[in-house]
């Protein structure tokens, strides 16, 4: 079984990850970079101090920048980002991964598949898609922390989500991310705890 | 940590039974009964075969008729069935558990918690809810073949669902219960495979 999870290093996907594992998989850990910037480093690094193969998957810059494109023009990232998020899974699916796993949770609003969208990546590419939207932020708070070592972090730089990357292209066309994304703190995964 | 799985016996709140286990929880697995038929039986020994706590939790029956009314008069079984589930997870949040779980999954539409219900529940009774939302029906297949030793019985007495207590009071009134539910062949876990 070839099982791929998108990851960011960050707590939720640093879970769908050890879930995975638990049910007896051995999944790859994938960070996906655009060309822009190195953002991926933070996520090989949190994946290595699990234990997990990573792998970098590189996709076209135009994704990015239709993303981009959205953003500055809603001036809200919501719709840039579902869009990439959705471009890079129809990208993935077209590798040989039985089961595409990605760590959006309940309450996340975006990026996240409809069910009418899972419905049909499935059937057309013949694999399985999960996630964490069983999961509330409490519980996933409650399970990471007993499982992860964290390091809290600037959003900017030391991170591996779309976000990083967005912003850059957001700067180099002149306007300015940190009016679109407020700058906020986020937890990266560092390592196990109690091992 | 206090943890409650809503438990039939079936494959599907048998996972997150087991989810839960490799999270490091001890998690207690309950059936609900309202007094009409032990239904709970096969549910207390698939709980057992895996070695996990059963606790019954005997419900008004007055929850059961409630649900019952709605499914006559529906000719149809969701909106009693979604009903009845609603009620007994208002029940059990009465209770000191921290995490209430149960088995519903991405592709049910019955019975199924909403995200508002789901916040108002967690909000109102300082609870966390969980379920196996973010996984369809073929992953839990998949991982449910890899963990349990499954029996197929018919729908209508081997089985500890709300569906099997539903019949006999629906028979008890007169209607026949098998023109509202199609018999079918559900899986029940009789334990652990490969240990």
Chains 1, 2 share one sequence.
Do not use: W
Not at 42 to 60: K, T, V, W
């Amino acid at each position: 079984m070839n099982v791929a999870v998108l990851y960011s290093g960050g707590k939720d996907s640093s879970l769908i990850a050890i879930i995975l594992k638990k049910m007896g998989f051995n999944p790859k850990l994938i960070n996906v970079n655009f060309g822009i910037f190195k953002s991926y480093l933070p996520a090989m690094r949190s994946a290595e101090s699990l234990g997990f193969d990573f792998i970098l998957l590189e996709l076209d810059r135009e994704i990015l920048e239709k993303g981009v494109d959205m953003i500055v023009k809603d001036n809200f990232p919501n719709n840039g980002i579902d869009y990439i998020h959705k471009e890079v899974i129809k990208n993935l699916s077209d590798f040989e991964y039985d089961i595409i796993a990605d760590g959006t949770r309940r309450d996340d609003r975006v990026p996240k598949l409809t069910k009418n969208e899972i419905r049909s990546l499935e059937d057309r590419k013949n694999v399985q898609y999960i996630n964490l939207d069983g999961f509330g932020y409490k519980t996933i708070d409650l399970i990471a922390n007993k499982f992860f070592e964290f390091k809290k972090e600037k959003s900017n730089r030391e991170n591996s989500d779309y976000e990083v990357e967005i912003r850059y292209l957001i700067d180099e066309r002149g306007f300015k991310s940190c009016e679109i994304f407020p700058e906020h703190y986020q937890t990266r995964v560092v390592g196990f705890k109690n091992r």
